[in-house]
């Protein structure tokens, strides 16, 4: 049996306001006292997700600058980072990137800690981590989070439109690899557009970052040998007209991006801490440039030392509060226990927790 990992939770409410989950995670962290561990002037790096363009999912930097506050009393040398992304957005290059950063309140002079692209100005900066993985052998990792001594992993807990669901896990997986490292997590999942639904609208050809695109008797067709795998044109499709070829092999995805969590961490397990904020959860990640309503009430805000144990909890909360599993129902091709089975399988944390409610 696996071991038991110990996740602290404290619930939030609806009709909580900015300050009153603030306050909640002031109560966590001095209860909790998480950093404790981190040495005196270590760097580290607190991932985390600005959000695209027009996406109101993404973390408030008040809870992040509450956090590197209890950092700097180590003190600790601290920088919130990111990774650039596939897909068209505000986010595809350093420069946008850290403007929309900015944009989006995640300034030095809010949040007390500068902000750094972690795959460098042209997304080409990594690091190969060597890992034993059934799909993945070399790994490549930013190398801002392989030079930082200790990782605070802060997500916000949300739905995902290619594995059902995004914390602690795809925030390491897929966060943290450069864009070579992502392309090889997407590779071989390339969509396929069902014509008889496809409108002709053009939203996937707009979006499609590699022009890979294009229509065929007045219909979209996705060239497989240019596709990426990025999924954009999935999330623009308004008719649901693009999927993933599940049955070709796209479901490894998951244990790809759980094999690159575990070359994330490799050398920091135990300087790693993790944080999940199970607050406006949403169908679909920070990604789209989209205000996407919540499909559940809000539930707290969740910290281990364990990135499985504290995914499993939270994934677990989210269906308890909605009384069924929505995950499943917001997703139903998608299989969202696959990355956490993986996850325990290859060590990376477990699945057996014990829930530590704080009040």
């Not at 300087?271 to 904020?277: K, T």
Request: net charge positive; hydrophobic share 40%.
């Amino acid at each position: 049996m696996a071991k038991q990992s110990k996740v602290y939770f404290i619930p939030t409410a609806d009709t909580d306001d900015l300050k009153q989950i603030n306050s909640k995670l002031q109560t966590l962290l001095a209860k909790v006292r998480p950093f404790q561990k981190i040495k005196k002037d270590s760097l580290v790096a607190l991932k985390m997700h600005f959000g695209e363009e027009e996406n109101k999912g993404y973390l408030n930097p008040y809870f992040i600058s509450t956090i590197v506050k209890e950092l700097k009393k180590i003190p600790a040398r601290v920088f919130l980072t990111d990774t650039n992304a596939l897909y068209k957005g505000s986010r595809t290059n350093t420069v946008e990137h850290l403007d929309l950063a900015y944009r989006h309140g995640f300034t030095p002079e809010k949040v007390g800690a500068p902000v750094v692209i972690s795959d460098g100005i042209k997304s080409d900066e990594d690091r190969e981590i060597k890992i034993k993985g059934d799909f993945i052998k070399t790994a490549y990792i930013a190398s801002g989070i392989c030079k930082a001594d200790c990782l605070v992993v802060v997500s916000h807990f949300k739905g995902h439109i290619v594995t059902g669901f995004g914390g602690a896990i795809k925030n390491l997986g897929m966060g943290c690899a450069s864009r070579r490292g992502k392309l090889i997590q997407h590779g071989g999942i390339a969509p396929v557009v069902y014509a008889q639904k496809c409108v002709s609208c053009g939203a996937c050809v707009e979006n499609c970052p590699v022009e890979a695109i294009k229509y065929v008797e007045h219909k979209a067709k996705i060239n497989p040998k240019i596709c990426i795998g990025c999924a954009s044109c999935i999330a623009a499709c308004p008719v649901a007209a693009i999927d993933v070829q599940w049955e070709k092999g796209a479901d490894i995805l998951q244990e790809k991006m759980v094999e690159y969590a575990k070359a994330a961490v490799k050398d920091k397990e135990d300087n790693c801490v993790y944080l999940n904020f199970a607050v406006k959860i949403t169908k679909e990640c920070d990604c789209l440039a989209k205000d996407d309503p919540k499909v559940v009430s809000d539930i707290g805000i969740f910290l281990s030392f364990d990135p499985v144990a504290i995914d499993q909890a939270s994934a677990d909360k989210v269906n308890e509060t909605a009384g069924k599993d929505i995950i499943k129902e917001l997703h139903p091709e998608r299989d969202w226990k696959k990355q956490l089975a993986r996850a325990e399988k290859i060590k990376l944390g477990s699945c057996v927790y014990e829930l530590v409610k704080i009040q």
